[in-house]
């Protein structure tokens, strides 16, 4: 299954953006940012469904609360960025 | 029969809830934004539902403008220090704590107070306006007196603040949990309250609405942005350096739950109820001055007095030998004092909470009837 890496500013920030979703009825979750991911050091992220982007992404960025990055996260642990 | 009229120190007694999750955050809950196993998320899920239900009560939009601190001393602090700077020209109430008046001082602030009839609201506004002709960076103002309950017109006092266009701090430390406060609206700039008073969380514990960015007052580890050195440019982070107090934290949410529970304006009725109690029974007593404010809207939980012919500290040490809890002297609030002319022998204070009883006010008039008769 293949799931989407919403990088956050702060855990707050995360969990503020995660809510916006869950409320939705989406099912997300908030984790820790990877280290090869994190350029700035620790720092958390929301992990969405796959199927669920497109949809997450707009909602977020209507609430003002877009990631700064997003990485598309494999079944096999690797990942890769994903141009805004 | 022991009794506890402190509660403007600190509301010893608390709701069990409030004991249970404090204390069984000791071996549950990790370091919010310090790792991504169980217990710093079981920490984090804390921290922000605690942000949360503190923005729901104070009415505030963003729950990134919600602070932790240690107490309302702590906020002030970081807020005075990130809005005044030496020689700047800061307007204060005539109630104002050390919280406050120490900061300024420290930074060499040109401090202006606000001189007013006691308990004066119309003339603590029209004296506010006319200090502003004079120009000020800023005004810092409290919002219910913790030497004598009186509630100022915050509402007026934000109001003419946005009028002239100077940033307000508001010290929220004896209102947060009992009189309406709601950010959005008063539109302040910073309100500093703390967690272990009318929120009744533990001890070392508070919160600090934010308007704007602040500066932080100390550095160090945010759980974000690790590999640089400066610290974050962001809320709440940039506020909150170091180990968070979880325990604290965790109780504070439920003292929130607690308060929003039972609504602020119910607490207030009942604490009004006792203190006019309290004050009716006190003013029978001869020699006894009491500090009662007639105006319902102005009043609060807490009341002063001062018995004729005995000192403050020993008229408190006397009911505290009859098992009364109440404190004494200056309150860390001299400008108060000198607003009521009990400066610098200051008054004894009593303060209720939603736990006291009309039963334990009827018992402290007759111990200070008898302190009085046996002087």
Redesign the interface.
């Known amino acids: 299954m293949i799931n989407y890496l919403m990088i956050c500013?702060?855990?707050?920030?995360a969990?503020?953006a995660a809510?916006v979703l869950e409320r939705a009825g989406m099912t997300v979750s908030?984790?820790?940012t990877p280290p090869g991911i994190s350029?700035?050091?620790?720092?958390?992220c929301i992990k969405v469904p796959e199927r669920r982007l497109s949809q997450a992404l707009e909602m977020l960025k209507s609430a003002d609360l877009a990631p700064t990055k997003i990485y598309v996260l494999f079944s096999d642990g690797n990942y890769s960025e994903v141009g805004l | 029969m022991t009794v506890y009229l402190d509660n403007a120190a600190t509301t010893l007694i608390k709701p069990r809830s409030v004991i249970r999750a404090s204390s069984g955050a000791m071996s549950a809950l990790g370091s919010p934004g310090r790792g991504g196993h169980k217990y710093a998320m079981a920490a984090a899920e804390t921290a922000f539902s605690c942000r949360e239900a503190a923005a729901k009560l104070f009415n505030v939009d963003d729950v990134e403008k919600v602070v932790f601190t240690f107490n309302a001393t702590h906020g002030l602090n970081i807020v005075i220090k990130t809005l005044a700077k030496p020689g700047d020209r800061v307007i204060v109430s005539g109630y104002e704590h050390n919280a406050v008046m120490r900061p300024l001082y420290e930074i060499g602030a040109d401090v202006a107070v606000v001189r007013s009839r006691l308990f004066d609201a119309e003339e603590i506004t029209e004296n506010l306006k006319k200090e502003l002709e004079s120009g000020a960076k800023l005004v810092v103002w409290n919002h219910v007196s913790n030497v004598f309950g009186f509630v100022q017109p915050i509402d007026e006092i934000a109001a003419i603040c946005r009028d002239a266009s100077v940033p307000l701090i508001i010290d929220a430390s004896q209102s947060a949990g009992t009189v309406k406060l709601d950010f959005k609206a008063l539109g302040a700039d910073f309100i500093a309250m703390p967690g272990h008073k009318g929120l009744y969380g533990p001890q070392g514990s508070g919160l600090l609405l934010c308007g704007r960015m602040i500066k932080p007052l100390i550095s160090g580890g945010t759980g974000s942005n690790s590999a640089e050195y400066a610290m974050p440019d962001f809320l709440p982070d940039a506020a909150e350096a170091g180990t968070h107090n979880m325990p604290g934290i965790a109780g504070l949410l439920e003292g929130i739950k607690f308060v929003s529970r039972h609504g602020p304006e119910n607490i207030l009725f009942h604490e009004k109820r006792l203190i006019r109690e309290l004050a009716a029974g006190l003013k029978r007593i001869k020699g006894v001055t009491v500090y009662d404010i007639v105006d319902n809207e102005r009043m609060s939980g807490v009341l002063s007095f001062t018995i004729d012919g005995m000192e403050s500290e020993r008229a408190g040490q006397e009911l505290a030998r009859r098992g009364i809890a109440v404190r004494a002297g200056l309150h860390c609030a001299p400008e108060a004092h000198k607003t009521a002319g009990t400066f610098p022998v200051g008054t004894v204070r009593a303060s209720v909470s939603v736990f006291n009883t009309r039963q334990e006010v009827m018992y402290t008039v007759k111990a200070v009837e008898e302190i009085c008769r046996s002087r």
Do not use: A, D, I, M
Not at chain 1, 39 to 44: A, D, R
């Open positions: 500013r702060s855990l707050t920030y969990q503020k809510k908030v984790t820790r350029e700035k050091g620790c720092g958390y």
